[in-house]
């Protein structure tokens, strides 16, 4: 073999290299990175600490009550929420943020905190579950997790590097569907509500599977460009209570258990789930996705389906949601549009089907349409403390083509 083949061939196993280590870089910044937070509160604020057993929660003085109520919430739930990760929760430090307008809670890594948004879901996110309560079954779960993976290789990187190593190894070992997954599960099966009742919360699986579109594991779990799959919040929900359905209430706190002790293999968790299961991940995925078509199928047997009309003629490379519409008076349909190649933009659609840009707009939960004039909220974050939003109520004129802000 020559010389500058030899070279060639040497430059191409380096750059695969060079690959591999980027390509694990990537896979551990990107969930970690979700996990950092410098946001600052504003001055001015008077805070308190309630201390219990297992966890102490800072308020700001005006929500005192509500923290004595979180507290007491927390500590009810926890001996639940420990009953299948065979681990005891260590204390965790909870934030309750009196100054956001956000619809959210999450616990993290960096630092190890959890910070929760006293503003409640406007959607049918939860269904009728109190705001507090499904934070405290969900976000309890995640804290849960996080002590359930201190533990084999994933600990030794926590002695070595903290709380940064411990979240590196982590999130770089275990799937997010199977994080988010199972804290769905758990607010599901500790309420008479959760996102596993809500109809609309299947209703992206339920609609691709009935209408013969299966996707592999990795797109529907990796997402794609061209085509729509729900998150990961769906997918993994239905795969953690398919497997816990088959496998028994603890096999996930055994795939943990096998998991974190590997953690520093890329494919750990998906070969613990197979040495406890004797399936992978692409495999259960496969088995979830099968079991719920013949459940699904076998519903709508003998259905009468109501006659529809698609309005929207446009064809799409890429996948775009149409949310919320409302049709006016010349028979045309207000929407909100958004997807791959889309920011939240407001659309009108004739009757012909072709289809009119409006106004771009910030994002929004819903829209209401009267009299030729749309309403919205949308959320405005504060330039210099982060951690503090406002929600400002916006009316768009139709006919004069003018936004105006009702809120200073």
């Not at 939860?126 to 996080?146: N, P, T």
């Not at 996707?215 to 799959?229: V, W």
């Not at 791959?340 to 089907?353: A, E």
């Amino acid at each position: 073999m020559s010389e500058h083949y030899i070279i060639a061939e040497d430059r191409m196993i380096t750059m695969k290299r060079i690959a591999s280590v980027v390509l694990i870089g990537v896979m551990i910044y990107v969930p970690l990175a979700a996990q950092l937070n410098a946001n600052q509160h504003p001055p001015g604020l008077h805070w308190k600490k309630i201390r219990t057993d297992y966890f102490d929660i800072v308020v700001p003085d005006e929500m005192l009550s509500e923290g004595q109520r979180v507290a007491n919430t927390l500590e009810y739930l926890r001996p639940s929420l420990e009953k299948t990760m065979d681990t005891r929760l260590h204390k965790w430090t909870l934030v309750l943020n009196s100054r956001s307008s956000e619809t959210n809670g999450w616990v993290g890594y960096l630092p190890r905190m959890s910070e929760w948004y006293p503003v409640g879901a406007q959607d049918e996110f939860g269904g009728l579950l109190d705001w507090y309560q499904m934070l405290a079954v969900h976000e309890g779960r995640h804290m849960i997790q996080f002590n359930a993976f201190d533990r084999g290789f994933n600990r030794l990187a926590g002695i070595c590097f903290g709380d940064l190593g411990l979240g590196a190894l982590t999130f770089f070992g275990t799937p997010l569907w199977f994080i988010e997954g199972d804290a769905v599960a758990m607010e599901t099966a500790l309420s008479n509500s959760g996102r596993g009742r809500q109809p609309i919360f299947e209703r992206g699986i339920r609609t691709l599977l009935l209408s013969g579109q299966p996707y592999s594991y990795y797109k529907a779990y990796l997402g794609s460009y061209q085509d729509y799959f729900p998150d990961y919040y769906a997918l993994g929900y239905q795969m953690v209570t398919h497997t816990r359905r088959k496998y028994g209430a603890d096999v996930w706190s055994q795939v943990i258990q096998r998991s974190s002790k590997y953690s520093y293999w890329p494919w750990s968790f998906s070969r613990s789930l197979k040495k406890v299961t004797g399936r992978n991940s692409r495999q259960i995925y496969d088995d979830t996705m099968q079991e719920l078509k013949s459940l699904w199928t076998r519903q709508i047997n003998g259905l009468i389906e109501t006659p529809v009309t698609r309005i929207n003629q446009q064809p799409r490379k890429t996948w775009t949601n149409y949310k919320f519409p409302h049709e006016i008076s010349d028979g045309s349909v207000i929407a909100l549009k958004t997807g791959m190649d889309d920011p939240y933009t407001l659309v009108r659609i004739m009757p012909n089907g072709k289809e009119k840009r409006l106004i771009q707009i910030g994002y929004t939960e819903s829209i209401s349409v009267s009299n030729d004039k749309i309403c919205w909220s949308e959320k405005s974050p504060d330039p210099r403390w982060w951690a503090q939003s406002f929600s400002d109520i916006v009316i768009y004129d139709i006919q004069a083509k003018k936004r105006h802000r009702l809120t200073e």
